[in-house]
């Protein structure tokens, strides 16, 4: 009896000595699992007559100094754009000043570069507010936006909100020779 109960005793110390290291080591990699990013986009309305566009921004914490690029492909314009209207979701509480919203061709970045404009086009920008507090920006360059092969962006370089969540952009555009802006898609910034 007294040489099985030093056996156990023996392996459970064994076995101690494999357990303990093992959790010391592995705990460091369980604090980075709240850094864990999804690969999916929640959109609000899933119908059909929404268009999902490409963004990218530099920051998205709260209250951080951001830079957001809205991509506008050369597959989301039909036809060259005289005006560019950019509905701001109410909920996103930022000032937005003339001198902090540019507009340009950008080389879209991926694995191996960075998002950066190439061409600044030069466009007079107007800030808009209604009386129930909707905003949006009205982007009008000085020559038709073509309908080719090149990737443009709305710039806008803001604050982001104190609060986190999910913010939907729309943007229409005016066709050349057309009266009335029609609906290009939707961006949804995420801010944590």
């Known amino acids: 009896m007294l040489k099985i109960r030093k056996k156990l005793s023996l392996n459970l110390k064994i076995l101690r000595l494999f357990i303990i290291p093992t959790i010391l080591v592995s705990t460091p990699f369980f604090n980075n ?15 059909s007559s929404f268009r999902r566009l490409k963004w990218f921004q530099k920051e998205n914490g709260r209250k951080f100094r951001n830079t957001i690029y809205f991509f506008l492909r050369p ?24 001198e902090n919203i540019s507009f340009c061709k950008v080389k879209i970045g991926g694995f191996e570069s960075r998002t950066k404009c190439i061409e600044d086009i030069p466009a007079d920008f107007e800030i808009n507010t ?4 909707l905003r949006s920006l009205d982007i009008y360059p000085y020559s038709p936006i073509p309908s080719n092969k090149e990737s443009y962006a709305i710039v806008l370089k803001v604050f982001n909100p104190k609060k986190s969540g999910l913010y939907q952009f729309h943007s229409y555009g005016q066709p050349k020779g057309k009266s009335f802006s029609s609906y290009l898609g939707s961006w949804t910034i995420v801010i944590d």
């Open 33 to 47: 699992l709240q850094e864990a990013h999804a690969g999916l986009e929640f959109q609000w309305d899933q119908d």
């Open 75 to 98: 597959s989301d314009r039909r036809a060259d754009l005289l005006k560019i209207n950019l509905a701001i979701p109410k909920t996103f509480k930022s000032t937005f000043k003339n």
């Open 130 to 133: 209604d009386e129930s507090g």
